[in-house]
């Protein structure tokens, strides 16, 4: 075994150092299974500085693997130690299983020793070619990847196969993807394998076991993901490795996340709840827009984070608004139920387990504040009710929620009622009667930044700002209509009133009516022509109050 030292090509930032800092303590400080996102990257845009190593006679390729790979050939390999500043011993390693599309290469010391035998070389071989154990049964890891995400690099190896290579990492990890692997072995100050290869640890004694199966598959992710958009945002990148993981039928347990969902979501620390909330995501992402079709041009999307997923649905012919969006996926992990309204509300291919609450009210009248962080979301229970409630919310200004209130009881369907705030971000509404729990649930979108909020809860119906104005509340006919209906009231005094329309994210799609309403009978028409079938709200508005709204069903 020989230590090799870095590389004299390029410069050493402040930035890497940190870097390097932060993967010295993946093995004791955080539980997780790829430190992909913490590793060294390159300073500069891969294909520029492929042109100007190309320019000075320094981009060779073939130099480390031969020509023509057979099994049982054995050449010195890379061996990167993690267990402080990253070092790199050279090690005789030897090809152990060769499939359709994969070369499976083990450190000789290895070889038959915590599990790494021939029977798990040949059943992770055809795990990789042929066969997975979730929903797609008769497509290996090759198959369900490539065909997601695209396919692989291949700048310097020259073979269509990539490399697995397993060795003992001897740091809580089970795989990762080194991006120096892309560049002549010299050019950089890290060394390369100059091999499109994927490291896979034996420390856990079964590496043919469908949990590390599923590692292969979030880490050929990474491998694909370099190939497709180099300047990926981690959450994004570590979201599809996990979607990965999923395809493949062995994901990651959810915990972490699930009691503590102010966590935002474009923000990538390496700590588990991030791999949970990421890989939640793009799984309710995949479920609801468009599965395959849309993962594979958000993984080929010059666009990162936010903007590569808007555009991307807009590219599959969608309108986003990925507040919305993102204020249902807040919903849908805290109650999980798909027989809610149109699906949105929950999942198809996992059962997620409790989600907790950040407050619990057993008693009211009650009342509290909290502070979310920016594209993150957070629920209250309302326990104990006996009568109708109503709900005050209240978030600041200048930032943009999404609002939810579900009203939940035993042995009831439970209902979920998107809150229509108002320009100052306020509302009041009510729970459904007979229900004994109300979940208030509130999520920060569309903002980097924290965002404060107080609400508080009365018993009775949400008030109207005069208890005498208005004689006739809210009246929508027919219901369910297509493709018209008529609203009506009748107010007891002249007020200045609103009526809107909202879809069933709270969006609003219409404006009936913004002015001076006198006394008397008013009526107003909406004709929701070209609009999909489904669920709207209408909702009547006086003197800056929402004092009634009524639930629509347009049947096409």
Not at 171 to 176: L, V
Not at 225 to 246: C, I, K, P, R, Y
Not at 295 to 323: C, F, K, Q, W
Not at 493 to 515: E, K, P, T
Request: with cysteine; net charge negative; glycine share 10%.
């Amino acid at each position: 075994m020989r230590l090799v030292m870095l590389r004299p090509y390029g410069h050493f930032s402040a930035l890497f150092l940190l870097v390097l800092l932060l993967v010295a303590g993946v093995g004791t400080a955080l539980a997780i299974n790829c430190p992909t996102s913490k590793l060294p990257k390159p300073t500069e845009d891969y294909a520029v500085t492929k042109a100007q190593l190309e320019a000075d006679g320094l981009w060779q390729q073939n130099r480390s693997v031969p020509a023509d790979p057979q099994l049982g050939d054995t050449w010195d390999w890379y061996i990167w130690d993690l267990t402080g500043y990253p070092q790199a011993n050279l090690k005789p390693c030897t090809i152990r299983g060769v499939g359709t599309n994969v070369f499976l290469v083990v450190d000789d010391d290895e070889w038959n020793v915590a599990g790494m035998d021939q029977d798990a070389v040949d059943r992770i071989v055809d795990h990789f070619d042929n066969q997975s154990v979730g929903q797609f049964p008769d497509q290996g890891i090759w198959d369900l990847n490539t065909s997601h995400f695209g396919d692989p690099p291949n700048n310097l190896d020259g073979q269509e196969r990539i490399f697995l290579l397993y060795y003992r990492f001897n740091i809580s990890s089970d795989g990762f993807f080194w991006v120096f692997d892309q560049y002549p072995d010299g050019s950089q100050m890290w060394a390369s394998n100059e091999a499109d290869v994927i490291y896979m640890a034996t420390d856990n004694g079964q590496p043919d076991g469908n949990y590390m199966m599923a590692v292969a598959a979030h880490e050929f992710e990474h491998l694909i993901h370099f190939n497709t958009d180099q300047n990926e945002e981690s959450w994004v990148d570590e979201g599809m490795g996990e979607l990965a993981m999923w395809l493949f039928g062995n994901p990651d347990t959810i915990s972490g996340f699930s009691s503590n969902t102010d966590n935002r979501l474009t923000n990538w620390t390496g700590a588990w709840a991030d791999y949970i909330k990421t890989y939640l995501w793009t799984l309710y992402i995949y479920e609801k827009f468009g599965g395959q079709s849309l993962i594979y041009d958000v993984a080929h999307n010059p666009l990162n984070g936010m903007d590569g997923y808007r555009t991307s649905l807009e590219n599959l012919g969608g309108d986003p608004n990925m507040g919305d969006i993102f204020g249902d996926w807040s919903m849908a992990n805290y109650l999980d139920d798909s027989s809610i309204g149109d699906g949105r509300y929950g999942y198809e291919g996992e059962t997620l387990p409790l989600f907790w609450a950040w407050r619990i009210h057993t008693s009211n009248p009650a009342s509290g504040n909290g502070s979310i962080s920016g594209w993150a979301g957070e629920s209250m229970r309302l326990l104990n009710l006996t009568e109708p409630l109503a709900i005050s919310f209240d978030g600041i200004d200048t930032r943009e929620f999404r609002v939810f209130v579900s009203s939940k009881g035993p042995g009831l369907p439970t209902i979920v009622d998107p809150v229509v705030l108002s320009d100052r971000n306020e509302a009041i509404v009510s729970h459904h009667e007979g229900y004994n729990e109300a979940v208030l649930t509130v999520a920060n979108v569309n903002s980097d930044n924290g965002a404060n909020y107080t609400y508080s809860t009365e018993f009775g119906l949400a008030p109207v700002p005069d208890a005498n104005l208005i004689m006739v509340d809210l009246q929508c006919q027919p219901n369910p209509f297509n493709p018209q209906t008529e609203l009506s009231f009748r107010l007891a005094d002249d007020a200045f009133g609103r009526v809107l329309i909202h879809d069933s994210r709270g969006h609003l799609v219409q404006v009936l009516h913004d002015g001076p309403l006198g006394r008397g009978d008013h009526r107003f028409s909406w004709n929701a022509h070209g609009l999909a079938s489904g669920v709207y709200f209408s909702s009547l508005e006086i003197d800056g109050v929402i004092s009634s709204v009524r639930k629509l069903t347009l049947v096409q």
